[in-house]
């Protein structure tokens, strides 16, 4: 009995190990340099950001202008 109950918990534990990993994976991911083979797609819908829009913000946006505004309508809690 006292076996299957080891067991169970190693195999909880190294489920936890994994989760974790994987966690601290994508926190990772989510830190690192942008890959500049990408720089200027929207993350939202994956097309081109206007380069007007990019050069008004200074590089420093992740999405175009429809998405946006979207996601801004989204944040306060707008309906379409």
């Not at 083979?37 to 590089?59: Q, T, V, Y």
Request: glycine share 2%; proline share 4%; with cysteine.
């Amino acid at each position: 009995m006292t076996d299957d109950i080891d067991s169970a918990q190693e195999s909880d534990a190294q489920d936890r190990d994994r989760a974790m990993a994987e966690t601290l994976r994508r926190i990772a991911d989510a830190h690192a340099p942008r890959n500049t083979s990408i720089d200027g797609i929207c993350i939202d819908c994956d097309e081109p950001i206007e380069p007007a829009r990019l050069a008004a913000l200074d590089h420093k946006t992740s999405r175009c202008a429809s998405c946006a505004a979207d996601h801004e309508h989204r944040l306060k809690g707008y309906r379409r």
